[in-house]
């Protein structure tokens, strides 16, 4: 008898946590008879996130108690390697899957796709998805969360038909205006000539060459472990790597005396670890206010000028009537449309975006890339976007992709 296996798509606002609690405790109550009185576990990031904290503040190596490497340490892919193996050895009855793919390159996806499909002959599995792309081949039966409801389809095709989102974009919109227009213009902002970095005698970039100029729209790609965090950390002029290295930041050489402020005033940043620091009430102006002096809150009374500023943003990202909004009650997508914008709103030179569509469902992605191409096309910021994924309808002018070698990873510009 072949097992059953559901796809169920979720969107930015759908309850996980509450949803994945009752159908672990009555399957039976949304409709997935053949998992009643069945054992289930999860597979998720969150579930990494768990071990990785008993492991950095606790010293409790759980899942990683064969071998002396830590979670921390480890790539993406090596991560959901070691969770998945853990998980199989309590012997579960039906696996939950969150998000499988989230933070994995093409390679590791297509090797946990090969391996989640065999496991699938011998277990029930329930795909919990944001992307439609992500559904497995051997999936019998499609549903989607909606509000605290599942919603059944009868085969794939009623499910792709019934699920098809309408098109928005930010195109008819103006990007406010510069609050602060710097009078010292650089064509070029960062150079980097045969820089390389290594870790315990452990090579990871090796001679990178990469010349980023002004306006430039860039996409970074690489697999998992390539030293993508490493490259960027260097740019923002965080690692200590870049001392004594042909690499300039901002028209001055690494090490030549600027400050950390130097850099930073002239990049804004977003990686979706980043919203875990807000963890207090502040309003989404104040969250916007407080991107004009790189502080996490507001210590300072804002002029007339930049609330104005921080008003014809809201306009733009029709956020009017959430202003006064506490961030934590946002949902995923409106989080990181505000961390966005509270990187761009300063007129940084550099933007950088860390894989900032990660969790998003289809609309949601596509709407996020449309507000990134319109910053690109009518800013003069330069934009370094993060992924694994080939996001629909980026517009991206170039791209720039690590790629290994026996030295370690080298750039290569398309």
Same mark, same amino acid.
């Given at each position: ?22 159908l672990l405790e009555d399957p039976n109550r949304y409709g997935l008879i053949e998992l009643k009185d069945k054992n289930g576990q999860v597979f998720s990031d969150h579930q990494l996130n768990y071990f990785i904290?008993?492991?950095?503040? =606790? ?20 991560? &959901?390697?070691? +969770?998945?193996?853990?998980?199989? #050895? ?30 699938? #002959?011998?277990?029930? *599995? ?14 019998? =039966? ?11 389809? @009868? ?11 309408? #098109? ?33 005698? &452990? ?5 990178? !060459?990469?010349?980023? %100029? ?6 970074? @790609?690489g697999p998992n472990g390539s030293g993508k965090t490493t490259l960027l950390s260097l740019i923002t002029g965080d690692s200590e790597k870049g001392y004594g290295q042909d690499l300039f930041l901002f028209g001055r050489k690494k090490g030549s005396g600027e400050s950390v402020w130097d850099i930073k005033k002239n990049i804004g940043y977003f ?20 991107? *004009? ?13 930049? #609330? ?7 306009? *733009?990202?029709?956020? !009017? ?11 995923? +997508? ?31 992605? +596509?709407?996020?890339?449309? *507000?990134?191409? %319109? ?18 309808? +980026? ?10 070698? &026996? !030295? ?5 510009? =398309?």
């Open positions: 008898m072949k097992n059953t296996h559901y796809a169920i798509l979720i969107n930015s606002k759908s309850e996980i946590k509450a949803f994945i609690k009752e904290n008993k492991e950095e503040r =606790h010293g409790l190596k759980i899942i990683t108690a064969h071998t002396e490497q830590s979670l921390i340490s480890m790539s993406s892919g090596e991560r &959901k390697k070691v +969770l998945l193996n853990y998980i199989l #050895k309590s012997n579960p009855e039906y696996l939950i899957l969150i998000n499988p793919y989230d933070n994995l390159d093409i390679s590791n996806q297509e090797k946990l796709r090969k391996e989640l499909i065999d496991i699938s #002959k011998r277990l029930p *599995l329930v795909q919990i998805i944001s992307r439609k792309e992500d559904v497995l081949p051997i999936t019998t =039966h499609f549903a989607k969360i909606k509000g605290t409801n599942l919603i059944h389809y @009868i085969n794939k095709k009623e499910f792709l038909d019934k699920t098809r989102y309408k #098109k928005s974009d930010f195109s008819k919109y103006k990007i406010p205006s510069i609050l602060n227009q710097s009078t010292d213009f650089l064509e070029e902002l960062v150079r980097l000539k045969d820089v390389s970095v290594s870790f315990n005698d &452990k090579p990871i970039l090796y001679n990178i !060459n990469w010349n980023i %100029k002004s306006g430039e729209f860039w996409q970074l @790609i990686t979706s670890s980043m919203m875990d620091k807000f963890r207090g009430y502040h309003t989404v102006e104040s969250m916007l206010l407080s991107g *004009l002096h790189d502080s996490i809150g507001l210590y300072v009374k804002p002029s007339e000028t930049e #609330k104005k500023l921080v008003f014809e943003w809201l306009e *733009l990202l029709n956020f !009017n009537n959430k202003k006064d909004i506490y961030f934590h009650e946002l949902s995923t +997508l409106e989080k990181r449309v505000v961390m966005t914008t509270r990187a761009m709103i300063k007129n940084p030179s550099l933007l950088i975006l860390d894989e900032p569509t990660v969790g998003l469902d289809d609309e949601n992605a +596509l709407l996020f890339v449309s *507000l990134v191409n %319109k910053i690109a096309s009518k800013s003069t910021t330069t934009i370094i976007f993060v992924s694994h994924r080939k996001e629909k309808d +980026l517009q991206a002018q170039k791209v720039f992709e690590l790629i290994p070698s &026996k !030295n370690g990873y080298t750039g290569k510009i =398309h």
